[in-house]
């Protein structure tokens, strides 16, 4: 295997970074590693807040590292207590192995199962835990774990607080997944888990078994827990959750999903659900108004891809600027719009105003500037007077377009 670029600098240029428990990982990761992270099939599908640990695996197989994918057909039988404040419902076997084949098909849409030596691995952790008796498996690990250290952990305590309690069951959720690193070094060579903030509880106790059992320099990486700007939990819509199967959520809710993002989060979502280079990442998110609108559409295109194809993706795309009225300027791009009561035109509304509003320019002084620099156009009418106002002789076919040099353009839908 040969390191193509150092991961743990991929994923903090990214914003994708949390915590490590090694305080030498980039050291760590100049030479090939194997990481694992795990997936309990408790649904049929992935939803988006999956997405970031995937396109984690995904960095690091691009980087030249191994990644193993975990289906968790065991743990899913227990129910992992970390970030919920109540028991999960519990599944049938039969349950579980189908929602692990369909989740395990997701995941091969990012990541490249095959013979090289960065080839992805699947595995299901019910495989060496189910057949696990109840007594062995306490002789064998029960005696390298504190209860005074499981109950400061976290995913435990939050349960404790909230006065909801945990059953054992859950409790043993962190042993059973402990036990999963610990299979997976000795199996496959495996040094690396990631995991979501949540999971650093039991990712810390993995370490700590696999260097009591084993004697191995284990390590882990967290990623941050995805949440909104404007304090809306991910992935969640008025229709409900987004999920990664077409058959729930279709190619085009998906893509509207990220098209809709807010924009304080457009730079940060580039970042984790594309995988643009970082400087476009990085333009794309410094455009401001009407532009940034554009770096939306990006935004959702680039990710509807890695789930659904482009093909998928372009048909999103173009049904949504159908569906939303949106006008296309010479280069096929669409041109954002809004409304514009008629009734605001009735009496005249500044030119420059209006150039704000639509993001074409910062302020009065700045739009000021451009119209007396000849760069300002009612539709095909170069505007010469700064002080215009915009009128309802202005309309044309149910809209007024204003444009700023050739390609920033913006449509008023003039509504009576």
Same mark, same amino acid.
């Given at each position: 295997m040969t390191i193509t670029a150092n991961l743990y600098d991929v994923l903090a240029e990214r914003g994708m970074l949390a915590q490590s428990t090694?305080?030498?990982?980039?050291?760590?990761?100049?030479?090939?590693?194997?990481? #694992?992270?795990?997936?309990?099939?408790?649904?049929?599908?992935?939803? $988006?807040?999956?997405l970031l640990p995937v396109m984690g695996l995904a960095h690091l197989q691009r980087c030249g590292h191994k990644p193993i994918v975990v289906i968790g057909g065991a743990t899913a039988m227990v129910g992992d207590p970390s970030g919920k404040t109540e028991a999960r419902q519990m599944l049938t076997r039969e349950q579980i192995e189908a929602n692990g084949q369909a989740i395990g098909a997701q995941i091969g849409r990012l990541l490249s199962f095959d013979d090289s030596p960065t080839g992805a691995v699947m595995v299901n952790n019910a495989d060496w835990l189910a057949g696990k008796g109840w007594i062995e498996m306490l002789r064998e690990i029960g005696a390298h774990f504190s209860v005074n250290r499981m109950l400061s952990m976290e995913s435990v305590k939050g349960r404790l607080e909230s006065g909801g309690g945990i059953t054992y069951l859950e409790f043993s959720y962190m042993i059973m997944q402990a036990y999963d690193f610990l299979h997976l070094h000795r199996e496959h060579g495996c040094t690396l888990q990631f995991g979501g903030q949540d999971q650093w509880g039991n990712i810390v106790m993995g370490i700590e078994l696999g260097r009591r059992l084993a004697g191995a320099e284990l390590a882990g990486l967290t990623l941050p827990l995805v949440t909104r700007a404007d304090g809306g939990k991910f992935g969640k819509t008025e229709a409900g959750t987004v999920w990664l199967d077409p058959k729930r959520t279709s190619p085009y809710e998906? #893509?509207?999903?990220?098209?809709?993002?807010?924009?304080?989060?457009?730079?940060?979502?580039?970042?984790?659900?594309?995988? @643009?280079?970082?400087?476009?990442?990085?333009?794309?998110?410094?455009?401001?108004? +009407?532009?940034?609108?554009?770096? *939306?559409?990006?935004?959702? #295109?680039?990710?509807?891809?890695?789930?659904?194809?482009?093909?998928?993706?372009? *048909?999103?795309?173009?049904?949504?600027?159908?569906?939303?009225?949106?006008? *296309?300027? $010479?280069?096929?791009?669409?041109?954002?719009?809004?409304?514009?009561?008629?009734?605001?035109?009735?009496?005249? +509304?500044? @030119?420059?105003?209006?150039? +704000?509003?639509?993001? @074409?320019? *910062?302020?009065?002084?700045?739009?000021?500037?451009? +119209?007396?620099?000849?760069?300002?156009? @009612?539709?095909?009418?170069? $505007?010469?007077?700064?002080?215009?106002?915009?009128?309802?002789?202005?309309v044309q076919d149910g809209y007024v377009l204003m444009r700023v040099g050739k390609k920033r353009l913006f449509r008023f839908d003039v509504k009576g």
């Open positions: 090694d305080e030498n990982i980039r050291q760590r990761l100049q030479s090939p590693q194997v990481a #694992y992270n795990g997936f309990d099939p408790t649904a049929d599908s992935l939803h $988006v807040g999956h998906f #893509y509207q999903f990220f098209r809709n993002t807010t924009d304080a989060d457009v730079g940060k979502y580039l970042g984790f659900f594309t995988f @643009l280079p970082t400087d476009e990442v990085r333009e794309l998110a410094s455009r401001e108004g +009407v532009e940034l609108n554009a770096s *939306k559409e990006v935004l959702a #295109y680039e990710a509807t891809k890695l789930i659904h194809g482009e093909a998928e993706a372009a *048909k999103a795309r173009d049904d949504a600027r159908k569906a939303f009225g949106e006008a *296309k300027d $010479v280069t096929g791009d669409a041109i954002p719009h809004a409304e514009l009561p008629a009734s605001e035109l009735s009496e005249g +509304v500044g @030119l420059l105003a209006l150039m +704000v509003r639509a993001g @074409l320019a *910062k302020s009065n002084g700045e739009a000021r500037r451009l +119209v007396q620099g000849g760069g300002v156009r @009612l539709h095909d009418e170069k $505007v010469a007077d700064a002080m215009r106002t915009v009128t309802a002789e202005d």
